[in-house]
């Protein structure tokens, strides 16, 4: 009986294993007062592809407390709109929060025009000298004093003896630490300088650090030394492959198996697990040489996505196809629903039953926006028929865009982005204005495309006497 109960509550352990464990985050954050806090993690680190892993609402005040799941410890980003703060986390712990964000309510963002993300300080006020962030903080501070006093000098002597004295102050301070994922990640960022610094050979550090060794996914400390150890690779550092059995692999034998066991004879790579990570990467730097087929290289993500055996590389080569094709010519066209100032929805489908639609980003602190959305009459006179022309207004307020809208009298549809920053990355926009012109059947022509006062004309003249 005892030896079945034992059983029974190994299963149950197994099956919470599987399932996740919850963290909760809670707190509050002055200044996004009624925004949606989304919690992102990296899909993979070499692609470095972010996915959703939570939301949760703010409240009137700016409190907030949502529980989620996750299977293990990870790095991610709390964000709001383009703010972000970052924080590792752990299965099973409780984060108490307090968050600034001064500009997330501002009515527009024109200190920001090109989106890029702003970082917020998140101070996890139950967190003490055990906890993760902390730990991470403390050697942080210590790593970059360090590479900024002695990094110059180890190059320059090639001293190990001033690394092997910091590491050795490093495991005074961490004596009593524990915590497996920063013990990995400190030794993975001290590798990090004993490979840019040239301590070691390449094959000495390959078995010090990689061989019989786990992959450690999750690890931002490893990812990173994975990162630079093989960066160019393929092309620069193996002795195994020259560059014509890789252009014969790649452009003429077509297929990732035979690039795969081009580099068996590799002594670094001969795990199959790293090295199927190590030709994902290298053909993602080879991806944009004009040396390279690129439909052989997709074809070979594609491969890797439906046939690998490991999951992990199904989601990187999956990240790469989907990096290396978005908005591309032919692909669809991310969808949307949005309201105009009038506060009636539309949807892109309804824009394109038989006709081209010309998409384009703007704000009305955008003088280059309002100047080319003043050359649109034209075009709209010309080819009305046959294209629609919607511009999304990205102001951060409504009111802003509607009061804008009853002083402007477009021929043209205009709609408000409803503060959906999912939108903008769907759509990769990266300043204002950005166009994009999608086909009759949902499909991107072209990205970016053409602005009225470029080639526009007579792009659509093209197009339109084709659709004749």
């Known amino acids: ?51 959703k892993i939570a939301t949760g609402k703010i409240d009137s005040v ?3 407390n949502f529980s989620f799941k996750i299977d293990e410890t990870i790095f991610a980003y709390l964000k709001v709109d383009f703010a972000r703060a970052p924080i590792y986390l752990e299965p099973g712990k409780t984060y108490n929060l307090a968050v600034s964000c001064p500009d997330c309510n501002s009515p527009d963002d024109k200190t920001n025009p090109y989106l890029a993300p702003k970082t917020l300080a998140a101070v996890i006020s139950n967190s003490d000298s055990t906890e993760l962030n902390f730990l991470i903080n403390k050697f942080n501070t210590l790593y970059d004093d360090f590479v900024m006093k002695d990094f110059a000098t180890i190059v320059k002597h090639r001293s190990k003896a001033k690394l092997d004295t910091f590491k050795l102050e490093l495991s005074k301070q961490f004596s009593q630490v524990k915590n497996d994922y920063f013990l990995n990640l400190v030794k993975y960022r001290l590798a990090v300088i004993e490979e840019s610094a040239q301590l070691r050979s390449a094959e000495s550090l390959a078995k010090r650090y990689f061989k019989n060794k786990p992959v450690l996914y999750e690890n931002t400390g490893y990812m990173e030394f994975f990162n630079e150890f093989f960066k160019n690779y393929i092309t620069d550092e193996s ?29 670094i790579l001969k795990n199959e697990v790293l090295r199927e990570m190590v030709v994902m990467k290298c053909l993602g730097e080879l991806y944009y040489t004009k040396d390279y087929d690129k439909a052989s290289i997709l074809a070979m993500y594609k491969y890797v996505m439906e046939n690998s055996k490991f999951p992990q590389h199904k989601i990187i080569a999956e ?12 692909t669809t066209a991310p969808l949307f629903k949005l309201k105009d100032y009038n506060d009636v929805s539309y949807s892109l489908s309804e824009f394109n039953k038989d006709k081209y639609v010309y998409l384009f980003f703007w704000t009305k602190w955008c003088i280059p926006c309002i100047t080319e959305m003043d050359l649109l009459r034209k075009f709209i006179d010309k080819y009305g028929t046959k294209v629609e022309f919607v511009g999304i207004s990205c102001d951060k307020d409504f009111l802003s865009y509607y009061y804008f809208m ?26 204002y204005p950005t166009y994009v012109l999608i086909g009759p059947d949902g499909k991107i022509v072209q990205y970016p495309a053409e602005a009225p006062s470029g080639s526009l004309d007579a792009l659509l003249n093209d197009l339109t006497k084709i659709k004749k």
Request: with cysteine; aromatic share 14%.
């Open 239 to 267: 002795n195994y492959i020259t560059l014509k059995d890789l252009h014969r692999t790649i452009d003429v034998v077509k297929t990732f198996p035979s690039l795969l066991d081009s580099l068996g004879k590799d002594t």
């Open 319 to 330: 990240n790469y196809y989907n990096f290396f094709t978005k908005l591309a010519p032919g």
């Open 406 to 431: 009853q002083n402007k009298k477009y021929d043209f549809t205009t709609l408000h982005w409803g503060n959906n920053t999912e939108l903008i990355e769907n759509y990769n926009v990266k300043a």
């Open 1 to 51: 009986m005892k030896k079945a109960f034992t059983i029974f509550s190994m299963l149950i352990l197994f099956s919470l294993v599987l399932s996740g464990q919850n963290v909760t985050i809670k707190g509050k954050i002055k200044g996004a007062e009624g925004k949606t806090l989304c919690v992102y993690a990296w899909s993979d680190q070499i692609t470095y592809t972010e996915k």
């Open 62 to 64: 700016g409190v907030f």
